[in-house]
T-cell receptor, first 113, second 111 residues
Framework: EPEVTQTPSHQVTQMGQEVILRCVPISNHLYFYWYRQILGQKVEFLVSFYNNEISEKSEIFDDQFSVERPDGSNFTLKIRSTKLEDSAMYFC???????????FGSGTQLSVL | SQQGEEDPQALSIQEGENATMNCSYKTSINNLQWYRQNSGRGLVHLILIRSNEREKHSGRLRVTLDTSKKSSSLLITASRAADTASYFCALRRNTGNQFYFGTGTSLTVIP
């Protein structure tokens, strides 16, 4: 079965550094999402992406965050200057063609020191 | 809030028992979905119920939806140790392609 893949599975960075989290959504899906989950807490929406532009974003998704689909395959989330509170599990998801079910990757655990 | 709120936050049962978890919400929805998350993993879609439906079944899963009370419940019958996971409800509004997740119920099934 096709799946969403995310790399790396773990990322450790120093506060103030830039990180790029990578995702390969399912190939025939059109909507892509980033969510984050702070340890054991709720799954928070960050941003959705459709037709090479941001469709919706939450208040969490401030100027430090950006998303890109550079080559029609990868979908990246960049955090320009990481803060301690950015430490979380970041999930990429894509929406099936019917527009009903989200398919999630296994996540990238980001630790900001 | 546009998110769902699950309760209980945590539930521990013996294998073979039924597990019921609830989701309450405040907005109008197009559909409500339940997802499962094994520890440290991504969420996996379980079942979807549309706003004009009241009950759906899928294997050992039964989901109900009461739009007048803005609540849903997920019942897992004859639970197994492998059902141990966190369960989240997700709301899909009538406009847009946004999904709002709840806070989750952590289910532990004791063998």
């Amino acid at each position: 079965e096709p799946e969403v893949t995310q790399t790396p599975s773990h990322q450790v960075t120093q506060m103030g550094q830039e990180v790029i989290l990578r995702c390969v959504p399912i190939s025939n899906h059109l909507y892509f999402y980033w969510y984050r989950q702070i340890l054991g807490q709720k799954v928070e929406f960050l941003v959705s992406f459709y037709n090479n532009e941001i469709s919706e974003k939450s208040e969490i998704f401030d100027d430090q965050f950006s998303v890109e689909r550079p080559d029609g395959s990868n979908f990246t989330l960049k955090i320009r200057s990481t803060k301690l509170e950015d430490s979380a599990m970041y999930f990429c998801a894509s929406l099936d063609r019917v527009g009903e079910k989200l398919f999630f990757g296994s996540g990238t655990q980001l630790s900001v020191l | 809030s546009q998110q769902g709120e699950e309760d209980p936050q945590a539930l521990s049962i013996q294998e073979g028992e039924n597990a019921t978890m609830n989701c309450s919400y405040k907005t109008s929805i197009n559909n409500l979905q339940w997802y499962r998350q094994n520890s440290g993993r991504g969420l996996v879609h379980l079942i979807l119920i549309r706003s004009n439906e009241r009950e759906k079944h899928s294997g050992r899963l039964r989901v109900t939806l009461d739009t007048s009370k803005k609540s849903s419940s997920l019942l897992i019958t004859a639970s197994r140790a492998a059902d141990t996971a966190s369960y989240f409800c997700a709301l899909r509004r009538n406009t847009g392609n946004q999904f709002y997740f709840g806070t989750g119920t952590s289910l532990t099934v004791i063998p």
